[in-house]
């Protein structure tokens, strides 16, 4: 794999997010329901968690449902729940065997009973690995996320745990569901639609946003290397000149 030689060990994001959209167009297009999209999807999840491993990415984390996406038809909404604790029960093998945290964000008490155990024993279980963590963002909303935080925050004040005039970025970093992992590096968006969609919108403040055609069910190996690539072209100024950063 020839692009795979192209990547900079030294110049390695921390933190790649990815919007995994376009499941139901891809099924569209080949003529069959949308939730066959969302089958076929798994295998570039299981492709995009090998490579990053392999090549020493930190911290990945997949958008895979989102608190908006409960809005979708019961059907679509119940198959969704349905593969994530079939896929969880496939993967867990190889999590321990690659080292894999799994992790989660989002609202996990709207889960379904099934899923959310599931998905808390495998946590669990994986919670001593150490080389890479895949987060998996589920009924996740970056705002309802931010609100969750503020009200944290509001309770200690109140308590007096904390002084308000001592509130600082880090305290709201303190207070997301990412507080464990670094702010976002590279965030990548596939099928074509230029949107964030309510995703990480704190953490992604400098990150460097890639956007590409290839539908989710369609994205391989190789568009995740070059999307690295391409993050690794690119100069980050955050605010200062281009002389000062060389
Ligand atoms: C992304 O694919 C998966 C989820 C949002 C769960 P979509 O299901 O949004 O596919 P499109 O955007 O309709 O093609
Ligand atoms: C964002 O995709 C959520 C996930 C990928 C899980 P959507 O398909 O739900 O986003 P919109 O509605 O097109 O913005
Ligand atoms: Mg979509």
């Known amino acids: 794999m020839d692009l795979k030689n192209q990547i900079n060990k030294d110049k390695l994001p921390q933190h790649i997010a990815i919007i995994m959209d376009g499941n139901g167009r891809w099924a569209k297009k080949q003529g069959l329901i949308r939730t066959k999209g969302h089958e076929q999807g798994e295998n570039s999840v299981r492709e995009t968690v090998e490579i990053c491993r392999e090549i020493g990415i930190k911290n990945l984390t997949l958008f895979a449902f989102s608190t908006e996406n409960w809005n979708r038809p019961k059907y679509e909404v119940n198959t969704l729940m349905r593969l994530l604790v079939k896929s969880l029960k496939k993967e867990i093998e190889s999590f321990q065997k690659n080292d894999i ?20 024993e495998a946590i669990k279980d994986t919670k001593d690995n150490k080389h890479m963590t895949l987060t998996v963002a589920l009924s996740y909303g970056s705002r309802e996320e931010i609100v969750s935080a503020v009200r944290k925050i509001v309770e200690k004040t109140t308590s007096g745990e904390l002084n308000g005039s001592k509130i600082t970025e880090q305290t709201i970093d303190e207070h997301l569901y990412t507080s464990d992992i670094p702010d976002v590096d590279l965030l990548i968006r596939t099928s074509g639609e230029e949107r964030i969609s309510n995703f990480l919108l704190w953490q992604i403040a400098y990150a460097e946003l890639y956007f590409t055609e290839v539908l989710w069910p369609d994205f391989t190996k190789e568009d995740l290397l070059k999307a690295v690539i391409n993050y690794q072209n690119r100069e980050r100024r955050f605010g200062k000149t281009s002389e000062q950063i060389n």
């Open 101 to 120: 945290r799994l992790n989660a964000i989002g609202n996990l008490d709207l889960l379904p009973e099934k899923p959310k155990k599931e998905l808390l």
